[in-house]
């Protein structure tokens, strides 16, 4: 899984959320169940207020451990070395996974996952994709899969496929991208810990340069969940390595956006959107597009030049994804004045409709 933009500043909460995030814990039910789900607490019949309560008490004779080093909570001392010079560059990220290893139990890949969500809602704003999204991203797969993600970042999407693979029997196998070599570190610590890393590879570098290179072999689902004005030309560098009956997932076509590779499908794919929140950002919708050749001949039609004005609108998603490395954006904003065009653009070319 990726960040809408490409770096911290696009994580603000809004005020509504700092309100919720009082004393470090979050105001609405559903997250707060995601929380005690992860600290073995049972919510049911509980108030939001005993919740809240039921929560701080657990957590309180752990709280100072969170961010420490294995090696000064009496774990084991795996990979600290690496991971104290990784911290200069990934500074989140290790936080994660020192949280990961001091709240869920090394080996079980449903507790990781908890972790990171629970994580997320607890400390800072980190993108997942969980909620609805993480459900489509377990719906698309069968028995047997290979998964290729371009976009790994701390690995919870790679290991939340992984772990349906296990559940649908076994078989199968994840290949995941990612560009920074200090976040994929990070992301293969935690599918260790999760002991997922049999199931996993993370690959660094250029998903498109790999693909082309052969080394990801055929592909039964294709995830694109990286630089969403770069989906259209990976696609291609990856259909023909798509298998009989394989199916695309794109996430955050519509935030931040993803406009040329909505002409990249069309009438070149059965097209299903799926309208969903983003992840602990309900202000902000998404689009979560799944794509399948059908029974059209290959290789398939080509594509033609694109529309100026998708060209535009991707221009200006890289702009406010690039500005969001430096300072804030105000995505809700900037969705104000994307949204409709999208909508637009969809409608008058009856996608996925």
């Known amino acids: ?15 509504s959320r700092r309100r919720g995030l009082k004393e470090g814990l979050p105001w609405t039910r559903p997250e707060l169940v995601v929380i005690a789900e992860s600290l073995g607490i049972d919510e049911a019949g509980r108030s939001v207020a005993d919740l809240r309560r039921a929560i701080r008490t657990a957590r309180s004779p752990q709280l100072e451990l969170e961010l ?33 290893e001091n709240y869920a139990p090394r080996g079980d890949a449903d507790a990781v996952i ?20 993480k459900q489509l991203l377990k719906s698309v797969l069968r028995p047997g899969d290979r998964v290729v993600e371009m976009g790994t970042f701390i690995g919870y999407s790679s290991l939340v496929m992984a772990r349906q693979l296990q559940l649908l029997g076994g078989g199968g196998r994840v290949f995941t991208c990612e560009v920074d070599a200090a976040v994929a570190q990070i992301a293969r610590a935690t599918h260790r810990w999760a002991a997922a890393d049999e199931q996993v590879t993370v690959r660094v570098g250029r998903a498109s340069d790999l693909l082309a290179s052969g080394q990801l072999g055929p592909i039964d ?42 002409h990249s499908i069309l009438g070149r794919y059965d097209v299903t959107i799926h309208e969903v929140p983003e992840f602990l950002q309900e202000e902000l919708d998404d689009w979560v597009v799944v794509c399948e050749p059908g029974a059209r001949p290959r290789p398939l039609p080509e594509l033609g030049p694109s529309p100026p004005e998708l060209r535009q ?39 996925g409709l």
């Open 1 to 15: 899984s990726a960040r809408p933009g490409f770096g911290p500043g696009d994580g603000s909460p809004s005020p």
């Open 68 to 100: 420490q080093p294995r090696s000064q909570t009496g774990a084991p001392e795996e990979g600290q070395g690496g991971l104290e010079k990784l911290a200069p560059r990934a500074r989140k990220e290790v936080a994660l996974l020192r949280y990961v």
């Open 114 to 133: 908890a972790a990171i969500e629970s994580f997320a809602i607890q400390h800072r704003w980190l993108k997942v994709a969980g909620g609805a999204k």
């Open 221 to 262: 689902v294709l995830i694109l969940d990286h630089r969403g004005t770069r989906y259209h030309e990976d696609l291609l560098t990856a259909e023909p390595h798509l298998a009989a009956g394989a199916r695309i997932l794109a996430d955050n076509v519509l935030f931040p956006g993803a406009p040329l590779f909505l």
């Open 313 to 351: 609108w991707s221009a200006e998603v890289d702009a406010a994804c690039w500005r969001s490395t430096k300072r804030y954006v105000d995505w809700v904003s900037f969705q104000e004045e994307m949204v409709p065009k999208l909508v637009a653009w969809r409608e008058a070319h009856g996608l």
